[in-house]
């Protein structure tokens, strides 16, 4: 009866691999789930510190290294992990093969550093699979048309693992990591936050990019697109973790939960003319230097100027201040202030676009624990504040109790 | 006038890319060939330990590892070689670019960590070297029909030097190491030991398999077929190293060289029957056991026997005995002895065989050192003799002495 067995995607990250203990310790959970009867497929990152060890050696060589032979270096630190799993899973006697990006052809763009998958292959995996093995797959590399190897950018294994979980069609896409699920805020700040049993992908979507690092964004974004499910959950422990899908199924909660971003400086420009077009200039300026703009306040200036606020990376404020100056005249700015001391609290939750009460709710934990707001910024599922750095936990604690996102 | 200019494969190994400055030593190298106008392809070994490290995980992990696996996680070594000689060549405003074994299609057999090529495919590298890239490519490594990744084995990177530069029919291919040239004998040994401007390749063939470990037997024969110039140079001084190529335009030296091998053991097998067959059924038993003979002489024995002695390998001995033993009956063998403190030295030029007169000469010159000789074995352009391991070097100084090699 394999028609009732699933096919899984399993994917560890570099801290889960990171020595011969844990190695097994990996290959035993993917083989209960094999002996159980499923299909599975391990997608595994480098080693612990591989990744920036590597770097660093190509740093010492030529700090300006192409970003073809960076991709081509740093690809063989994935394939060190999937040849010992094999060889881990072989020990303890259960048939394992491992497989890069060429062997699978996990089809990329062409850009080096932060290539995007095209077309993922399946053929080889399911003769595999067909032949009951374990197969276990490179994560954060693919192959461009030049038959050049990429790697993936940021969250890149994740990406492996939920396109491998599309095209294969698997049932889940576990994606193991050192904290056990998704919470309705950073369990070290808030004490009585609450693991999350289901968020949605757009859920989620908006927590990771608050600074939620569980998973990253491209990675939900994919599982949504092609309907994945994910389970994000530990491999140090055997809780249930936290499902990512599609909404219809669950109970809306107002708010599902809180989560905060230290790395975030606002930006004023003061006095500039208020005539159509400049507020565009002003952000086509600073995107075409590869500088992204977060929330955006615009207020009433002197004199028929405008005042306008808006928030950038910590590490891009320096740029962005350069870019301002050198284009302040063509900008029409009179003067340009910054601070960098400043952090966003968001709250989250798919029911809140039905419902105009929890705003006000959000100000009113904040006033009561006097917390200064600077900037709003809202969408249908996300309200975000600007508070000033040094009262981000409180106002996290104050909003979380407000909400009671534990009941 | 491209057409001037030349195409070289140069191969360097471990060692000579064991650190950064040892990199950027080839990598300058290279590129005053390149900057001369030629095409240059580099073939390089993984870096110092490399493989040896990545061995050593593998066996933490599975002492009995699949081979497969085993090849998958060795061939990270050649990549991460040639993406860091690639990122140090562009640090010196050259381009280059490195390929594995997978972006140039080095098809081989699909014995894994024993693999011959096959066919090697041109396109890719000649493609870069259109573009006038300094092309490095992964030592050691080939893709099997499944797309698996082999290795090639014990001086599996000569052999893809060889192999490229047959391929891609270059001007010549020239095999760096950490001595300077193939010498009449060992330098450490015979201090008045020379070396060699040019050697044939049958004499590099007997040279090799008798213990001058600077090119190993498989890439001398490949180029033999295929009328590969080849070049031994060292990487640490600009000496210009050995030639070996076809004899014709040469003369032919009566002994080109002399090389000793410890690693050898003498059994003989006493009191078989002296009928047709015997003999052979012996050596049939030990090579299904996978054990080499080497050098064997047979003797007349008592009433109707025969003895047979031979020599293996060091490390075949313990298993060609119990093989013996446990066949014993059947081979007819009394009695069965051995010796595992002899070695044998041999003398190797193409001008022997048409000259009676070597074999004579050599025994005097170990006769008037009080050299007892165990065994006698001759081919056109060598003579070997097995002597006691601790007459070695004293018969190695004899014998060069007295043919003079040094003139």
Known sequence: MREEFMLVVKKFGGSSVANKDRIFNVAQRCIEDYKAGNDVVVVLSAMGDTTDDLIGMAESINPNAKKRELDMLLTTGEQVSVSLMAMAMQALDVPA??????????????????????????????????????????????????????????????????????????????????????????????????????????????????????????SVEMAKKYNVELVVRSSLNRSEGTVVKEASHMEKMLVTGVAADKNTARISVIGVQDKPGIAFNIFDTLAKNNINVDIILQSVGREGTKDISFTVADNDLENAIKVLEANKDRLTIQQITWEEEVAKLSIVGAGMMSNPGVAAKMFESLYNSRININMISTSEIRITVLVDEKDIEQAMIAVHDGFAVND
């Open 97 to 218: 093969v491992s497989l890069n990006a060429f062997q699978v052809m996990m089809h990329s763009t062409s850009r080096y550093g932060n290539a995007r998958f095209k077309r993922v292959d399946t053929e080889r995996i399911l003769h595999e699979l067909d032949s009951r093995k374990i197969v276990i797959v490179t994560g954060f590399q693919g192959v461009n048309k030049y038959d050049d190897i990429t790697t993936l950018g940021r969250g890149g294994s994740d990406t492996t693992a939920v396109a491998l979980a599309a095209v294969l069609h698997a049932d889940k896409c576990e994606i193991y990591t050192d904290v056990d699920g998704v919470y309705t805020a950073d369990p070290r700040i808030v004490k009585n936050a609450r693991k999350l049993e289901v968020v949605t992908y757009d859920e989620m979507l908006e927590l990771a990019s608050l600074g939620a690092k569980v998973l990253h964004n491209r």
